[in-house]
Nanobody
């Protein structure tokens, strides 16, 4: 059974950078489209970024475009999210997702695998 485990979250100051990782076990990420979602307390889940199985196509939510960068290293079976110019509004639990057949974008999508989430807190 496949598993995704996020890491790299923490408490940072506004304007700082942070890199999240999502390590997979039991599955080969090279076969999957990947993405990141986030959810803040009292708010709906929000799409953050996605990357196709080849790594050639990346796309972002409007609120993070230009500040975040998604990448993958299939040799390490790991997905990354580089976050810069962090704002207090970026505070949320961040989840990574893997899905075989379709791109990861829809917040209500029925995806193959979800991680347990990692907390990112940005203080202003």
């Amino acid at each position: 059974q496949g598993q995704l485990v996020e890491s790299g979250g923490g408490l940072v100051q506004a304007g700082d950078s942070l890199r999240l990782s999502c390590a997979a076990s039991g599955i080969a990420l090279t076969n999957f489209n990947m993405g990141w979602f986030r959810q803040a307390p009292g708010k709906e889940r929000e799409f953050v970024a996605g990357i196709d199985w080849s790594g050639d196509i990346t796309y972002y939510g409007d609120s993070v475009r230009g500040r975040y960068s998604i990448s993958r290293d299939d040799s390490k079976n790991t997905l990354y999210l580089q976050m810069s110019s962090l704002e207090s509004e970026d505070t949320a639990v961040y989840y990574c997702v893997a899905h075989r057949l379709t791109p990861v974008r829809e917040t209500d999508g029925k995806y193959d695998y979800w991680g347990q989430g990692t907390q990112v807190t940005v203080s202003s």
